[in-house]
């Protein structure tokens, strides 16, 4: 089955936002054995879009809409589609039901041009969408498959995992499993070297791509059954383990904080934090973490030396002897927070994040990590490399290796537990 | 003038990265006025990509290329560039220099099929790479104007800012301008219902869109001049404040997060946190923006009831008659926080962020805002009416509430003392 991607929208088409929505369902369809062969991006104009999907539609099996699903006049994904395939809209009362109950919720009216949301392919499927008003749906015809979806991710994402692919799944023969193996603290030319055979094999493929400064593999498996995928998956997995075991942090696409949280769970334990410079981002990717309350009580974001001193209890010799942006500053950061919150482990971050603030000597990009536990006190340097123009990516990076620390100390004491 | 852009490469296809140089270059030729009715994403495959560029060209005046430049094997863009645009590849001696010596900087001998990147159409014009080793290049043939460009975003962006638009503005006459009207606490289909009649202009356009739980006006005109282009957005934009003015808060491009720390630099003012179920997601929002320190230092995570006491000094009369989740809880929390921080205004969030926590009376998506200032403490009831899955989106909205409240004290008094 090949497949093509359309996002509709003038914001896409003008680089208002960048097209996350295809390079989402590009790899999950592609973890589904399904073959993209053009992705494309079209405007709300009706003639051009128009155009566009019988081109699509002629030449791909399966072709993927986003957007174009809103309320408002210029929203033409749903209508052009259904003329292009030959289907007619028709309205559905338990969507508008569902619609109005949406606003309800929110204590509103339904404004009425929503209305136009409850509209779909007459013998359609019909993709349920918990997360807004705009329904997904599918037409089929001629053995061709035409899937629109809502162009936020917040909506597109859980519609496609939960709906999309059962729907997919019975068309297409086989199964195909996707296993994800992320590192930490290795480039991903270095661990494509390590791994350079693997990468050669058929079936399951094996695939380097980098993250958010992380590299990552994906293990692809092709099988009659989910159990003689998986099991090709995890033999693979463990070829894998002994060329770069030690920079694997999770085999079960679990993130940094996710894994973090799984850790401190699993151990009783719990984590305080006192931020600088990444400036309360770890706090907000533990507490993305559904059940972090768990395990993490307990913030501070000391953004001046009045309050490292103050409330974590930095000392003011340190701050002038080593400035705030130095590993003793750290250590003492973490052992405040500490002692403070009464909590199992300490983790601190002070760096420079940019664009400003960064010399020769402590360039932006560097940071320190302090991480505090019961009989010792560690700290990491971390230096980005990144210049100005990088905050975002070395404030991420930051957060990133204190989660790391965290995870480095289970593994470590694990390890020698064994 | 009409362009199209097409994204040459399988990792884009396969969704391994995002398409970030469209979205560039959509912005960059939507700002020098270049209509953009296309953008394609097509992998290295020679026959594919031959169908999609010469569609291309027989639709569009301009049609920009970018990736696949490199020096392996399936790195074609060139080859059936030209091929299509009927122009012939001869080796251009002295970027073979160049690119050896690129090589010779870093102490390496350049690699034998790099010297497949010293190869340029005949006749066409060839853009100079400061930071990579392939050329751009451009080809005009029948008034169609076909350009490749680097696929590395370091390579692209310098290339086609100190080349590639001097070289199109030679080509192109008109000025477009593009404003964008951000609102908060209304929702897409309402706004653009109030400003329907604005909606059918056709110079200046208005478009409404969503973004991340705001609704936005995109304002464009045409004219011959920055200077009237830019009176005729205005003029718009002060039409579009008549009707939902009290719902603005930019015209400038700025978020929340920036609105906050402009207005309060302006004002001198400085802020301080206590978030429970926002978990620091207000603290690493504000710590985005560069400079942030000046009026932010002091945050608490106070995810649990201990800490909303003992830190906080919320009481525990308040948490056992209203509970944590309660308005009474929130205006303690930004009491106390702005006792604590010595900052003129104190902003506290409480709720349930799910999927977890809710119930009939207290449901997902329920939080409350605290805001403390001289002189009093207001306190914002949000239903976000999304429940499971949705824990993201709560807590960025709840985080956005606790801006925009900010934001509406800053817009009162202003309003007051006019």
């Not at 990444?278 to 973490?289: E, F, M």
């Not at 505090?372 to 490399?385: D, K, N």
Request: net charge negative; glycine share 10%; with cysteine.
């Amino acid at each position: 089955m090949n497949c093509e991607i359309i996002g509709v929208g003038t914001e896409l088409l003008l680089g208002d936002i960048v097209n996350s929505d295809a390079q989402y369902l590009a790899r999950e369809l592609a973890s589904m054995g399904i073959v993209i062969h053009y992705q494309e991006v079209v405007g709300d104009n009706p003639e051009r879009m128009r155009a566009c999907i019988s081109t699509a539609v002629s030449r791909s099996d399966l072709v993927i809409l986003t957007g174009g699903l809103g309320p408002t006049a210029d929203d033409l994904t749903k209508e052009i589609s259904c003329e292009v395939m030959g289907a007619e809209l028709v309205l559905d009362e338990s969507i508008l039901e569902g619609i109005r109950s949406y606003f309800t919720a929110k204590g509103i009216v339904m404004p009425e041009n929503n209305a136009k949301q409850a509209y779909v392919p007459a013998g359609g499927t019909v993709f349920a969408n918990r997360n807004g008003t705009a329904p997904g749906c599918a037409v089929e015809k001629d053995g061709k498959i035409l899937i629109m979806l809502p162009g936020p991710p917040r909506e597109l994402k859980p519609m496609f995992e939960h709906e999309v692919k059962p729907f997919l799944a019975n068309r297409t023969g086989g199964i195909i499993l996707s296993r994800q193996v992320r590192t930490f603290g290795i480039g991903e030319s270095d661990m494509a070297q390590r791994v350079a055979l693997l990468l050669d094999g058929a079936n399951p493929t094996v695939a380097p791509y980098a993250k958010d400064g992380e590299a990552l593999l994906r293990v692809t498996a092709k099988a009659e059954t989910y159990e003689q995928a998986s099991e090709m998956c995890e033999s693979t997995i463990e070829k894998i383990r002994e060329k770069i075991g030690s920079y694997i942090y999770s085999t079960d696409s679990e993130n940094l904080e996710e894994t973090v949280v799984k850790l401190l769970k699993k151990s009783g334990k719990k984590v305080a934090l006192a931020e600088s410079c990444t400036g309360g981002y770890i706090a907000k990717r533990i507490t993305d973490v559904p059940g972090s309350s768990e395990v993490f009580e307990y913030g501070i974001v000391s953004y001046s030396n009045e309050v490292k001193q103050k409330l974590l209890g930095v000392k003011s010799e340190t701050l002038e002897e080593y400035t705030e942006v130095s590993a003793q500053t750290a250590a003492e950061m973490a052992e405040g927070v500490r002692r403070l919150s009464g909590a199992d482990f300490g983790i601190s971050v002070t760096g420079i994040s940019g664009p400003g603030g960064g010399s020769d000597d402590k360039p932006v990009g560097l940071s320190y990590i302090g991480f505090a536990y019961e009989g010792g006190t560690q700290v990491r340097e971390v230096r980005t490399g990144k210049k100005e123009d990088s905050r975002e990516y070395n404030r991420y990076v930051s957060a990133s290796n204190a989660l790391h620390m965290l995870i480095q100390y289970f593994n470590e004491r694990t390890g020698k537990e064994e």
